[in-house]
């Protein structure tokens, strides 16, 4: 009896301590394909369930398509949550790029281009998001390789900025390389700082590649690195998790 009573006293508390956060996480699934070299979105969905996060935002999704798999639609039926797709290439042979799983209801979503010349295609998935009752707006997002594009993506993405009134998070993987690049620095001027954790490749960390940033900065707790034996082998990435300050714990 004691033992059960231990059992629910730490359910309590877990409870407790998720109603006072949100958790909101970044992951580049890398198309499905883990670093065994094996196709398996059943394996990304398993890492989501470790996570159990209420938002996700997801890198290198493969969206369908005439010839090509949908693993969005794997991850929504294993998580039960809301999907909305942000593909970056869009055709009738092969849709892929970012998507957004929630446990919230979605208000309204937008897409930005974010193609550089004649580089591979990028973009921004940009969804206003119910969050038990305030209101988030988070921009998910993979930029480019080349650093001229990075700059030219992150200023096109600060311009979209139009809702101040509103908490943004912005996340993915933002191939920035170097902890002082241009990029990074740029988007200080809007977002507080986040810490700087290695998710890339999961071999061997030595690139904080995915990043997190938070507007208001003081609602952001923490984040942290799912660093596991299964998301060591689903992807090339190690997911990012941000906890998040409910408007209720603080003092709005």
């Not at 390789?145 to 200023?155: F, G, H, P």
């Not at 942290?224 to 709005?252: C, F, K, W």
Request: charged share 25%; aromatic share 6%.
């Amino acid at each position: 009896m004691t033992l059960m009573h231990d059992a629910g006293i730490d359910i309590a508390r877990a409870s407790a301590a998720r109603a006072d956060e949100l958790r909101i996480a970044t992951y580049n699934v890398h198309g499905a394909v883990g670093i065994d070299g094996k196709f398996a979105p059943e394996r990304i969905g398993e890492v989501l369930a470790e996570i159990d996060a209420d938002i996700f935002a997801l890198q290198e999704v493969p969206l369908g398509g005439r010839t090509a798999p949908n693993v969005l639609d794997v991850l929504q039926r294993m998580t039960n949550l809301h999907a909305v797709p942000g593909p970056t290439l869009d055709t009738r042979e092969r849709r892929y790029g970012n998507a957004v799983l929630t446990r919230f209801p979605v208000q309204s979503v937008r897409t930005l281009d974010l193609s550089f010349g004649s580089r591979e295609p990028r973009g921004a998935l940009d969804a206003d998001i119910d969050c038990g009752g305030e209101t988030w707006r988070v921009v998910a997002t993979h930029l480019g390789l080349a650093s001229s594009e990075r700059r030219a993506q992150v200023e096109q993405v600060l311009q979209s900025f139009d809702t101040p009134a509103l908490p943004v998070i912005l996340l993915g993987d933002l191939n920035e390389w170097f902890v002082y690049g241009r990029t990074l620095r740029r988007l200080v001027t809007h977002f507080h700082r986040a810490s700087a954790l290695r998710t890339f490749p999961t071999r061997w960390p030595l690139f904080a590649l995915d990043r997190i940033w938070v507007h208001p900065g003081e609602r952001l707790m923490r984040v942290d690195v799912h660093r596991t034996q299964l998301s060591r082998i689903a992807s090339d990435h190690y997911p990012l998790i941000a906890h998040i300050a409910n408007a209720s714990t603080n003092g709005e």
